[in-house]
């Protein structure tokens, strides 16, 4: 018996979610007394692996899966769980995943709780605690399938040192052409520096921001934090910004430690996607906006005053470091 968890990586190298899984895996198997066996597709260098609690990594190395198939690395998956005798395959609740895991779920003949936030609250009968509704309330399920799969929310578990002997292995599964009817044939990047999904902190900017020329102070300031830039809808449906950067209800989910949102109301579409955020600062000239019952931290001010100094600030607290 084992716990699976599915690592992916970006062209090869992985990133923080991928060693969140693996901490959190660590601690399932501990949980329930077994080994964490890791599984990678066309990763360059393990050895980070290891820092987090990875015993076993299978290394699946194939050309036909440099891009991501929703049905192919459901496939791979599945066929190293078989391999592994895992009753859990751990995954992150990320696009990728999200879109893979109903697909591998009933390849595997198991239950499937998508957005899990923390370690499992039973073992038997096995509970998991998950966020649903925009991350306006947690929900408890039990899984009583023989196996089980556990999509992993970003952000909700952290990272855990855990230093092991990391057994290497490599694993050819076996691919199915019927799995290739649809292919990734290109890929273009949207811009800025660091992507929604990936960021410890996103600064984004709303129509209080009057236009795209003034967009410059949002990417100073986040260019300062190291954090991605997003926006409201109305301001990617009016061009200012591209729509890769809108975020809400109907635009991308944000869960990044720090949330600051300058310029924009909160409506509650706008909030919805931005509930997961750990910490929410608000700059508006409005007392009143809505954002402010929603945010740890509130300014009342003119952004065009607030956001250059903020930035100076940091600027020169980096500078002192
Ligand atoms: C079905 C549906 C889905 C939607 N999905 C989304 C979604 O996913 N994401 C989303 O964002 N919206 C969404 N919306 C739109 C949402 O309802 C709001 O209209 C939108 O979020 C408002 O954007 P905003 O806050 O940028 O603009 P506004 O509501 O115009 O707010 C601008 C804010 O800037 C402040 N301001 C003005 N000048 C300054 C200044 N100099 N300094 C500081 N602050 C200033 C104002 O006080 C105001 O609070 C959706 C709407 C619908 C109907």
């Known amino acids: 018996m084992s716990v699976l968890v599915f690592a992916d990586n970006s062209e090869g190298k992985f990133k923080k979610g991928a060693f969140e899984l693996i901490s959190y895996g660590k601690k399932v198997a501990e949980q329930s007394q077994t080994n964490l066996v890791v599984l990678t597709i066309n990763a360059d260098d393990l050895s980070e692996l290891a820092n987090y609690g990875a015993e076993k990594v299978l290394k699946v190395k194939d050309e036909?899966?440099?891009?991501?198939?929703?049905?192919?690395?459901?496939?791979?998956?599945?066929?190293?769980s078989d391999k592994e005798d895992s009753s859990m395959i751990i995954i992150e609740s990320s696009t990728n995943g999200l879109y893979l895991s109903p697909i591998l779920a009933v390849n595997l003949e198991a239950g499937y709780a998508s957005n899990v936030?923390?370690?499992?609250?039973?073992?038997e009968p096995f509970t998991l605690k998950r966020k649903a509704f925009s991350?306006?309330?947690?929900?408890?399920?039990?899984?009583?399938?023989?196996?089980?799969?556990?999509?992993?929310?970003?952000n909700s578990f952290g990272l855990v040192e855990n230093p092991t002997n990391v057994v290497e292995e490599n694993f050819i599964p076996t691919l199915n052409d019927r799995d290739f009817t649809i292919q990734i044939t290109g890929i273009e990047k949207s811009s800025g520096e660091v992507t929604i999904a990936d960021a410890d902190i996103v600064v984004s900017g709303g129509r209080g921001?009057?236009?795209?020329?003034?967009?410059?102070m949002i990417e100073d300031l986040a260019h300062v934090l190291g954090a991605a830039t997003a926006c409201s809808k109305p301001v990617s449906d009016l061009g200012w910004r591209p729509?890769?950067?809108?975020?809400?209800?109907?635009?991308?989910?944000?869960?990044?430690?720090l949330y600051i949102a300058v310029g924009i109301s909160g409506a509650i579409q706008h909030?919805?996607?931005?509930?997961a955020a750990k910490v929410k600062v608000v700059i508006n000239t409005d007392e009143?906006?809505?954002?402010?019952?929603?945010?740890?931290?509130?300014?009342v001010g003119d952004a065009f005053e607030v956001v250059p100094k903020l930035t100076e600030k940091l600027k020169e607290f980096k500078s002192n470091q």
Do not use: M
């Open 117 to 123: 936030v923390a370690l499992p609250t039973s073992i």
């Open 64 to 80: 036909k899966l440099t891009n991501f198939n929703a049905r192919a690395y459901a496939d791979v998956i599945k066929q190293a």
């Open 243 to 257: 729509h890769s950067e809108h975020v809400g209800q109907t635009g991308k989910p944000v869960s990044s430690n």
């Open 135 to 154: 991350t306006k309330v947690f929900s408890f399920i039990e899984i009583n399938t023989p196996k089980k799969l556990i999509g992993l929310s970003k």
């Open 288 to 299: 009143e906006a809505p954002f402010f019952k929603a945010a740890d931290y509130g300014i």
């Open 271 to 275: 909030l919805a996607g931005v509930n």
């Open 209 to 216: 921001l009057k236009g795209p020329e003034n967009w410059g």
